[in-house]
């Protein structure tokens, strides 16, 4: 049989009943001849509960010194779930051992709380899958160079999984979360948003990077690049539902574009809340501008998102751009220290009521006027548009945030995704 990766989320890992599900449903695929690989996530509330627990002992502070201890002390709710698992698959007969990050060892850089990483060593791994073990693997969490544990940021969890599952060379792996696939949106705020039986890796990666929470980008990124199958689905059905019934169920990510696919003009609509849009005022219109104010933001290890600069007049211009609004003040204060005293522009403005909403869509390469309509149906509801940002695949806008809900449902009609076979 194959050899597959599953992955379960911090609310399939939320209590012991929960985990003895999840450690019954792996016993199943185990029992089926899989050789299996699990990458759990910590408990729900865990890393919240432990991160809280760090600022209330000290303000949290921009050193490489704090945030390595940061690490240190989030790695450890992973590595509870996943001795808590091993301990159900022996509960239920099952041979199972688990393995912190470092001890497979997961490879990482030294970029704390955000680590990207650099290869994974399989032997330890494929001597107890041969042995006939489930192997359960940390997700979130790896080891850098120096030997110092490493996270690889909020969600890194689903890149554990597919990294893991690409140094196997995995048949699959199997995202389980708290929904049961991909939807054209948010169903709390479309009830008639569908579950797409597949999508394509392109239009998984846009949804990814524009706001769907289903994946962290990293992961769909890194699935990508190693051309690694992937399958979200639910962890709350029940742990004894047909084998085959679950293997074809979810959401399937693909890297095939077929016929169907081309026929749906939008597969999807994104969303994200996390936006604040920041200007700088009367900027010096000459080369290199551009650069001396995103280079020192991008030294601040801010990451920009949509960026517009306006028609010169008079030899200056306004140049804005979008940030997570996480961000966002001490990206103003940069700029107002650092940067504007240097580039002799007026003022940096900002604003953190906006929102994006994007169209997502690989049959959008092959139809013309997708964008108009979005505009058109965006201005016969009175929303305005600050900002644009197109792709092959996808066109985003920033709107007002009061006009998010509305936008949303009214593109979601207007591109008729609440019609089965859309």
Not at 37 to 48: I, K, L, Q, R, Y
Not at 277 to 283: A, D, N, R, T, Y
Not at 309 to 325: K, P
Not at 360 to 369: D, E, K, P
Request: glycine residues 8%.
């Amino acid at each position: 049989m194959a050899l597959i990766v599953h992955k379960y989320g911090g609310t399939s890992m939320g209590s012991t009943e929960r985990i003895r599900n999840v450690a019954r449903r792996v016993a199943k695929w185990a029992r089926a001849g899989h050789q299996m690989v699990v990458v759990p996530s910590a408990m729900s509330g865990e890393t919240n509960r432990l991160l809280a627990l760090a600022k209330e002992l000290a303000p949290p502070k921009t050193t490489r010194e704090y945030f390595r201890e940061l690490d240190m002390l989030a790695a450890t709710g992973e590595q509870a779930s996943s001795a808590l698992l091993a301990i159900a698959l022996q509960a239920e007969g099952m041979a199972a051992v688990s393995y912190a990050g470092w001890q497979v060892p997961i490879r990482t850089d030294d970029a704390y709380t955000k680590a990207r990483v650099d290869s994974i060593d399989d032997a330890r791994v494929r001597a107890d899958l041969a042995a006939g073990r489930v192997v359960i693997i940390t997700g979130f969490q790896g080891v850098d160079a120096q030997g110092n544990i490493t996270t690889l940021g909020r969600g890194g969890s689903d890149t554990s999984a597919v990294a893991v599952a690409a140094a196997l060379k995995a048949a699959e792996c199997l995202i389980y979360t708290d929904v049961d696939g991909v939807y054209t949106t948010d169903p709390r705020i479309v009830p008639e948003a569908r579950r797409l039986t597949s999508v394509s890796f392109e239009e998984m990666l846009e949804m990814a990077s524009l706001g769907s929470k289903v994946l962290q980008i990293r992961s769909v990124e890194f699935a990508g690049k190693y051309q690694v199958p992937l399958r979200v689905l639910s962890s709350f059905t029940p742990w004894d539902i047909d084998l085959g019934d679950e293997a074809r169920s979810g959401t399937l990510i693909t890297f095939e574009e077929d016929e169907h696919m081309e026929k749906a003009i939008v597969s999807g609509i994104a969303f994200n809340r996390d936006e604040a849009k920041i200007s700088v005022l009367g900027v010096p219109d000459t080369p290199g501008i551009a650069y001396r104010i995103l280079g020192a933001v991008a030294d601040a290890n801010v990451e920009v998102d949509m960026i517009i600069q306006n028609i010169s007049h008079h030899g200056s211009a306004d140049f804005s751009f979008t940030v997570n609004r996480g961000d966002y003040a001490r990206t103003v204060d940069l700029l107002n220290s650092k940067v504007l005293p240097t580039l002799g522009a007026t003022e940096v403005a900002g604003d953190t009521r906006i929102c994006k909403v994007s169209i997502v869509g690989i049959g959008m390469r092959s139809h013309v006027g997708v964008a108009s309509k979005m505009f058109r149906t965006l201005s016969e509801e009175g929303i305005n548009i600050q900002m644009i940002s197109t792709s092959e695949i996808k066109t985003s806008v920033v709107i007002d945030e009061k006009y998010m809900e509305l936008a949303v449902r009214a593109l979601h009609r207007a591109f008729d995704l609440d019609q089965p076979g859309a």
